[in-house]
């Protein structure tokens, strides 16, 4: 019987070399995406006995994968609320923060979930699946205009108010409640723009780039001078994100400078955009959109 993969860990050499993890002193990490925890469990084979690991996943499903070790705490949250968990751990800075932005194995091989247009099933897609909003709610529900914007600014199709007259056309007849029945109610030319609208549709479900935006403005408080923060991203929209926070301290990307033209920001940049080896995409194909960026908390 073939092994089910929760997920592999993209450029993991990589990221735990970005963390900067020091077997000889105390310190305090975050796995801000567990997941499958391939991240984790490089981070904990690196780390001092005495210091810590925190994973945090707002999927339940990741707690199957839990690491028994007394130096690791699962956290089932979003990342967002970073800061409020490490205040109730009693923990006031950490050392490294990380980040794996992509969506597991697990998410898109289980179709039951409804990440992926590979399988017919229930418009789902939430991460978290206590919370309410769906991707079948964001079909149905969701304006014309509405519509149109989340295809726009999540998924970058130029024609997306052409596609949310098509959807809201064929929901007026009957409710769209699966995949199959939403990838028929509107002209795609390919599997890519299956997987742009797809994308689209969870990014808006679990608001991704909202959460994005609040764990890098926690990240600034949370992080040590020296600290590093050490993202994964996979697609364009969460990359200039974490670009314009890492080089500007916000993420607008708003340069503010001294009176010497010096750029003031709270970090310095260590990795601009690193992507996976060639052997490790001939491993791992999904790892071929990833990009790694690090960057180090300066003194305030």
Do not use: W
Not at 38 to 63: P, T, V
Not at 87 to 100: C, K, P, R, S
Not at 130 to 145: C, F, G, P, T, W
Request: one cysteine or more; glycine letters at 6%; charged letters at 30%.
């Amino acid at each position: 019987m073939e092994e089910v993969v929760y997920h592999i860990p993209a450029m993991l050499n990589e990221v735990l070399d970005g963390l900067h993890i020091d077997a000889d002193r105390e310190q305090v990490f975050v796995d801000a995406t567990f997941g499958g925890g391939g991240h984790s469990r490089g981070i904990i084979e690196r780390m001092s006995s005495r210091s810590r690991l925190f994973g945090i996943d707002q999927d339940l499903d990741a707690y199957a994968n839990c690491i028994s070790d007394e130096r690791f705490t699962f956290v089932r949250s979003n990342f967002r609320y970073i800061a409020n968990f490490m205040d109730y751990y009693g923990v006031e800075q950490v050392d490294g923060i990380l980040a794996d932005l992509g969506v597991s194995f697990h998410h898109f091989d289980a179709g039951e979930r409804g990440f992926s247009f590979r399988f017919d099933a229930p418009l789902d897609m939430r991460m978290n699946r206590r919370q309410k909003l769906s991707a079948a709610d964001v079909i149905n529900n969701y304006s014309e205009e509405d519509l149109a914007r989340v295809m726009y600014l999540y998924g970058e199709f130029r024609d997306s108010h052409a596609m949310a007259r098509q959807i809201v056309s064929r929901r007026t007849l009957q409710a769209i409640l699966t995949t199959q029945q939403l990838l028929d109610s509107v002209r795609l030319k390919d599997k890519q723009d299956a997987a742009r609208l797809f994308q689209a549709l969870r990014i808006e479900v679990n608001d991704e780039l909202g959460a994005l935006r609040e764990l890098l403005q926690a990240a600034t408080q949370l992080l040590a001078p020296g600290g590093r923060l050490v993202i994964l991203t996979y697609h364009s929209l969460e990359d200039r994100i974490v670009k314009n926070f890492m080089r500007s301290g916000n993420t607008e990307g708003s340069i503010e400078k001294d009176f010497y033209g010096n750029i003031l920001t709270p970090f310095k940049v260590i990795e601009k955009g690193r992507s996976a080896s060639a052997d490790e995409v001939e491993r791992n194909p999904r790892a071929r959109s990833a990009k790694l960026r690090v960057a180090e908390r300066l003194n305030d």
